[in-house]
């Protein structure tokens, strides 16, 4: 891997990392090979099958090991990143991720295969955490765009500062709020607020515990709580908004009218018009916007006609048409 220069080395102030572009290639590639690398169970679950003599439902354990050693990963990333240096935090989880390919390759049992997927997951956290980490504290005005473009190697997803992505048509640039700790903790003076976040019931909820972990951490006591889908439909879009804070996805539309839906679960009045709508909610923050997710469509090359815009994949579906 290329190196890190640390600046409290070189400078005075310190606190931030110097990446040359052989570095920012570096952990592009690593997240390019790190999407490849989760791209591949599903095509490969058959072949599992075949190599070790299991069931399909079976040979599905390999989400449940990877996602269980991604999450302790995760973890162990953000109390490394506190102790030891960058460098070291980036080493330890690439050499689990190749510890684990190696095992992956070898496995001559399906317990050592998944122990094997278990450490690749450690070292997938770990890698995940720690380069975003490492990139968003790098030295520069334009991090945000650098964690956008790395990982767009990777998923398909980018950061948000708003309701509307900034490459949709309607997009209005606002200042953005930056990210201060310090100030959040002299707000607070002290004090710790507890509060309860609501959540669809998915698992081991990483990116709840992650909202719960960076809160936490200037003050604020998070209990997640998992419901099924119709409750927390219910709680949340239910006349009462019986909720005080609440993890949502909202599908996004051409003409910008879901910002309608989102000022009224917000409480507040709705604006007259999109550009408005996105000033009020970084004037009045009701809404702290975590990320704009991606997809990516595949069709069969039988089938033509196709053709996608911002709508998605089916406003043509009348003229499709399949090939004998």
Not at 178 to 192: C, E, H, K, V
Request: charged content about 15%.
């Amino acid at each position: 891997m290329a190196e890190v220069i640390d600046l409290a080395r070189v400078t005075p102030g310190g606190g931030r990392v110097l990446l040359p572009k052989t570095a920012l290639s570096a952990v592009a590639a690593t997240f390019l090979l790190m999407g490849l690398l989760a791209a591949a169970y599903g095509p490969l679950l058959e072949h599992l099958v075949r190599r070790f003599g299991i069931s399909l439902p079976v040979a599905g354990e390999v989400f449940s090991a990877h996602f269980a050693g991604a999450l302790i990963g995760v973890f162990g990333s953000m109390w490394a990143m506190e102790r030891i240096s960058g460098r070291l935090a980036i080493w330890v989880p690439l050499g689990c991720l190749a510890l684990g390919c190696g095992v992956v390759a070898l496995a001559p049992s399906w317990p050592t295969f998944l122990a094997g997927v278990f450490v690749v997951g450690l070292g997938f956290g770990g890698l995940d955490l720690g380069l975003n980490q490492l990139v968003a504290h790098s030295e520069g005005p334009r991090r945000s765009a650098m964690l956008n473009v790395l990982n767009s190697a990777y998923g398909f997803g980018s950061v948000a500062d708003g309701p509307v992505p900034p490459d949709v048509p309607g997009y209005a640039p606002v200042r953005p709020v930056p990210t201060n700790p310090d100030s959040a903790r002299r707000l607070l003076g002290g004090r710790r607020i507890a509060f309860e976040l609501l959540a669809v019931g998915s698992g081991e909820a990483a990116l709840e515990q992650m909202i719960q972990a960076r809160l936490g951490a200037v003050g604020f006591d998070v209990a997640i709580r998992q419901l099924e889908l119709t409750a927390f439909l219910a709680r949340v879009n239910g006349r009462q908004r019986d909720f005080t804070a609440a993890v949502v996805g909202t599908p996004g539309d051409p003409g910008l009218g879901y910002l309608t839906a989102l000022t009224e679960l917000a409480g507040l009045r709705p604006a007259a018009d999109a550009a408005r709508a996105q000033r009020l909610f970084r004037v009045s923050l009701p809404v702290a916007f975590l990320y704009h997710a991606r997809g990516v469509q595949g069709m069969n090359r039988r089938v033509g006609g196709v053709r996608m815009d911002l709508r998605g994949e089916l406003p043509t579906i009348a003229r499709w048409l399949t090939a004998p």
